[in-house]
DNA sequence: CTTAATCCTACCAATGCGGTAGGAGAAACC
DNA sequence: GGTTTCTCCTACCGCATTGGTAGGATTAAG
């Protein structure tokens, strides 16, 4: 159950545009430079922030992008979303219908595979958390910076030990 | 953002054994060819269960599984740590401290990257959700479904959730 | 007209995943 | 004892995806 690197290096870059109050656009070379990243990955990973409306770009020489949107109205969820194209913990969550109804590819006789029930529940969980983030959060975040990661970080974080 | 099937298929296993009431142990051939899956995956999968003390096994003829618990004490996020090796949202996760604590991969000079608060965020929506998901919770979610079925085909059908 | 930037698309190596194969022990039955 | 039926173990393999690169076309500032 891990995230691609889309989601990581999309969400760092926002909250790097985020943490630039002003409205000149930043280009992509600066924040790979600022977050040691690879330009050329980051341009195909800006485009589905372009896309789902979350980025303005200005073309030419000084041009760059900015956030389209207030910080504050940013949740994580739409952010994800447009990144990984789907936020599900199985594989046959990716298909849903237009409403968003999870067709369920195990059904025996009209009979629900017992793992959907949990399934539902863990989507609900990551989206719910997801969704009570926004991105003014994680800029606010970023520039306490050195500051430790005190019990307002860790408070809703239950971290599992990996046996293995 | 999706889990492997192992953890599909184990916790499938797991219900399985669990619609079993009795203490008679259960062959894995059954339960591959109850629910369609390949019975040499399901071997070692199962392990990693045996592994966790989630699953008692009986050998030689006649042998098979059974669990090693009650099923309203198995949580699910013991189960899917047993199957997944980790629940972590982002790779850099995976490797922890002894204390659990995340130890971030992206650091420069002090300062955390932003995304950490964000994905610790995620594992705890995911981790509460699993946790909060008993075994037995799920056998008699599937049982549901199977009166379910069984009413609807004695013509007498009770919808639990209408198609779309 | 040069330069700096966004755009676009094809390509590529590595990794992990889902699955298979082939056995070696262990217990029940005849 | 031999056969059958299981659990166990480990190596192998095709395939899809991921993360990353290359190369260029387009747009605009200076
Ligand atoms: S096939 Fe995954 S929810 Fe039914
Ligand atoms: S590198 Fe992922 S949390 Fe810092």
Redesign the pocket.
């Known amino acids: 159950m891990i995230f691609?690197?889309?989601a990581e290096y999309g969400v760092r870059l926002l909250v790097e545009l985020g943490r630039q109050a002003n409205d000149a656009p930043v280009?992509?070379?600066a924040i790979a430079e600022n977050e040691g990243l690879?330009l050329?990955?980051l341009?195909?990973i800006?485009?589905l922030l372009?896309r789902a409306d979350l980025v303005e770009?200005?073309?030419?020489?000084?041009?760059?992008?900015r956030l389209a949107r207030d910080p504050e109205s940013v949740t994580m969820d739409e952010v994800v979303l447009a990144l990984e194209g789907s936020v599900a913990p199985m594989s046959c969550f990716v298909d849903e219908t237009d409403d968003g109804r999870v067709l369920c590819s195990h059904v025996d006789d009209g009979e629900a595979c017992a793992t959907k029930f949990l399934w539902l529940r863990v989507q609900g969980g990551v989206t719910e958390a997801l969704r009570r983030t926004t991105l003014a959060e994680l800029v606010a975040f970023s520039a306490k910076q050195d500051v430790a990661q005190s019990a307002e970080t860790l408070g809703s974080a239950l971290p599992l030990h990996s046996a293995a």
């Open positions: 691609t690197t889309k280009s992509l070379k690879p050329a990955y341009e195909r800006v485009a372009k770009s200005t073309r030419g020489a000084h041009g760059g992008y």
